[in-house]
């Protein structure tokens, strides 16, 4: 059965990002997935369903109703955010707020004052920097406490252990105060345990006793097993028995088993084919 519900991002974001005509009706077509966040604290008042007359406590309350039913019939409710970067772009704009705040505080940017791109979005945030990490801190709180959310799944979460200069930290404050901060505490914490920078921490992820992290060889082995490639058996036997080799010291809990997500192939596309046709 199911016990628990993943929401992709739900707070405000623009979907107006990378929009364009649909080539057969000529429909704006709109950014749904919600990964370009605008405001870390609001819920996505275009997923109301109370129309033209919403506003921020309808909105609100719509999605308290929704948490409360999942919890009433026993299915717990993650949320998918947003740390690594947000819809300001590089330094081509927009801008939207943090830039305008505090540029340099908010954003890894080079010297000469371009903007790091570990996201593969255009901008990084400086998610170590003390001011950015309260603000982290603040929102979920903020969704644990007055929303009930049971817990996270941290969008290239390897981000959030990068130094302002992009190097990896080997002790990242904001992951140790998000694993020990005592409102969060009931919380499950969920790693995507790498970036488009080209860091990748499955099986290294700093846990702090307490990061469980998407197993990626877990779904590119069982991929490779089931269309047949040839020398998995040793593999596949680790990846069923909860990935001993990456997470022996942590336990099969550490690892979150999955084969497709929304990003890349639909179920039946991955074993059907190696590369997109459309």
Request: net charge negative.
């Amino acid at each position: 059965g199911v016990n628990c519900i993943e929401l992709m991002p739900i707070y405000e974001f623009d979907e107006f990002e990378h929009s364009k005509p649909s080539p057969i009706t000529g429909e704006l077509l709109m950014n749904y997935w919600g990964y370009s966040t605008v405001g870390f604290f609001a819920p996505k008042a275009g997923y109301a369903a109370t129309g033209k007359n919403r506003d921020g406590t309808q909105v609100a309350d719509e999605l308290k109703t929704l948490i409360k039913e999942l919890h009433a019939n026993g299915i717990e409710i993650m949320l998918d955010v947003v740390f690594n970067h947000t819809a300001e772009g590089n330094e081509k704009g927009p801008t939207i707020s943090f830039k305008g705040i505090d540029n340099r505080t908010y954003y890894m940017l080079t010297p000469e004052g371009y903007y790091f791109n570990f996201s593969g979005t255009g901008n990084t945030l400086n998610c170590n920097n003390p001011v950015v990490r309260s603000m982290v801190l603040d929102a979920l709180r903020y969704w644990a406490a007055e929303y009930h959310i049971d817990g996270f799944r941290f969008d290239l979460a390897a981000i959030l252990g990068r130094d302002q200069n992009g190097a990896p930290l080997s002790n990242p404050p904001l992951l140790e105060q998000l694993a020990y901060d005592p409102i969060l505490g009931k919380c499950k914490l969920v790693a995507e345990a790498w970036d488009a920078g080209g860091l990748y921490q499955v099986g290294s992820f700093p846990a702090y006793g307490r990061w469980a992290e998407w197993n990626g060889k877990f779904r590119d082995t069982v991929r490779r097993f089931i269309i047949s490639e040839p020398g998995l058996v040793g593999e596949m036997a680790q990846r069923v028995q909860g990935s001993p080799d990456l997470y022996a010291t942590r336990g099969p809990t550490a690892s979150i088993n999955f084969i497709t997500a929304h990003d890349g192939f639909t179920l039946m596309d991955l074993v059907s084919y190696n590369e997109k046709h459309n």
